[in-house]
């Protein structure tokens, strides 16, 4: 299948600083990329949806000023944690859908953000 | 909006044997029904999708049915082995709308 890749995998950081995700599709141009957090031993719950040129489309709840999406290339999207907090820390996920396929939908290895 | 179902939580089977997963979703509109597979840390990896001109779809030891009248569709892995263990989700979604998740099954295949 279609190859995404997501960096960092594990990202340590002080409460108040901010982290940056990148999430690329390697093998395709991506239009639309999703973002996710999980909790441990719970589903995946989507934050926003990143299209291509435009402003992210994020999901009731969800923070738009403090979970910054950009996707500013077709290979490309990123999320930024701004003034990240102990809370912040969780497992976030991205995901791209690959254009053409009819909506097949394939994920990155995902990062795992511990804030102190 | 959609809801999806998803039973059991947990599954333990012997090696061997086979495991069934099963999911049911709300929205008739919905024609896409993708099942991944995430093993600890990972991120989850497409295993198997159905659409719904289609009722069952087979795949080596994996197969996906879909019952589109009950708005049912399960996961069977026949010949379980160890390393299919870990947290399978379904998933559905029409047109052009994000995909809704089940809430995941723990599946742990013992030697």
Known sequence: GAVVSQHPSWVIC???TSVKIECRSLDFQATTMFWYRQFPKQSLMLMATSNEGSKAT???GVEKDKFLINH???TLSTLTVTSAHPEDSSFYICSARVPGSRNIQYFGAGTR???L | GENVEQHPSTLSVQEGDSAVIKCTYSDSASNYFPWYKQELGKGPQLIIDIRSNVGEKKDQRIAVTLNKTAKHFSLHITETQPEDS???FCAARGGNTPLVFGKGTRLSVIA
């Open chain 1, 72 to 74: 500013a290339s077709l």
């Open chain 1, 113 to 115: 953000l511990s804030v």
């Open chain 2, 86 to 88: 870990a947290v399978y």
């Open chain 1, 58 to 60: 994020y999901e009731q």
């Open chain 1, 14 to 16: 002080k409460s108040g």
